[in-house]
């Protein structure tokens, strides 16, 4: 089957401009993930989906950032007015779950430019 | 602080010997801790899930232990490949919060021929 895909693979913005980043999670899983990885830096966690419940935001780094999930599946992360320090590879991921273990399946990421 | 702390350092071995990697936390009580590979440009892959109450698990040539006591788990590949050279992250799976699994920040491995 499927796994995780993120589109686009690659963005380059100007600073100031508004991106959004697309996940598709394997289908029939429920818990969906956002995470920041800065190079050479491990995964910072920033948003959590699970089912209709509301999402736990605490990882978002400010208010520039927001996600959604439409229907239980696709999801987007915008990122508003990008500065340099946006910089980064996007990765979504999905689990079947989110009880324990939850074994996270994920995307190829998003690489975000912001020049 | 809570901390996960990993191999700081690149490791290099030479192919055939047993890889070992590292990691360490603080403050943390996880009930389980799994590693997952990454390579350059892709997400990472799941590869080995550890319970709070087991000591050892093995996976073909992998083989994670964990030692709540030191806070430690320790991952090997015994036999190592080129094939194996790739970045490993451990991840703490924290029971007190449902939604978060906390990665450490990886150990770079690569396997000389």
């Known amino acids: 089957g499927a796994g995780v895909s993120q589109s686009p693979s690659n963005k380059v913005t100007e600073k100031g401009k508004d991106v959004e980043l697309r996940c598709d999670p394997i289908s029939g899983h429920t818990a969906l993930y956002w995470y920041r990885q800065s190079l050479g830096q491990g995964l910072e966690f920033l948003i959590y989906f699970q089912g209709n419940s509301a999402p736990d935001k605490s990882g978002l780094p400010s208010d520039r950032f927001s996600a959604e999930r439409t229907g239980g599946s696709v999801s987007t992360l915008t990122i508003q007015r990008t500065q340099q320090e946006d910089s980064a590879v996007y990765l979504c991921?999905?689990?079947?779950?989110?009880?324990?273990?939850?074994?996270?399946?994920f995307g190829p990421g998003t690489r975000l430019t912001v020049l | 602080s809570q901390k996960i702390e990993q191999n700081s350092e690149a490791l290099n071995i030479q192919e055939g010997k047993t890889a070992t990697l590292t990691c360490n936390y603080t403050?943390?009580?996880?009930?389980?801790l799994q590693w997952y590979r990454q390579d350059p440009g892709r997400g990472p892959v799941f590869l080995l899930l550890i319970r709070e109450n087991e000591k050892e698990k093995r996976k073909e040539r992998l083989k994670v232990t964990f030692d709540t006591t030191l806070k430690q788990s320790l991952f090997h590949i015994t036999a190592s490949q080129p094939a194996d050279s790739a970045t490993y992250l451990c991840?703490?799976?924290?029971?007190?919060?449902?939604?978060?699994?906390?990665f450490g920040s990886g150990t770079r491995l690569s396997i000389r021929p």
């Open positions: 991921a999905s689990s079947l779950t989110s009880g324990s273990p939850d074994t996270q399946y």
């Open positions: 991840a703490l799976d924290i029971r007190s919060s449902a939604s978060k699994i906390i």
């Open positions: 403050n943390y009580s996880p009930a389980y």
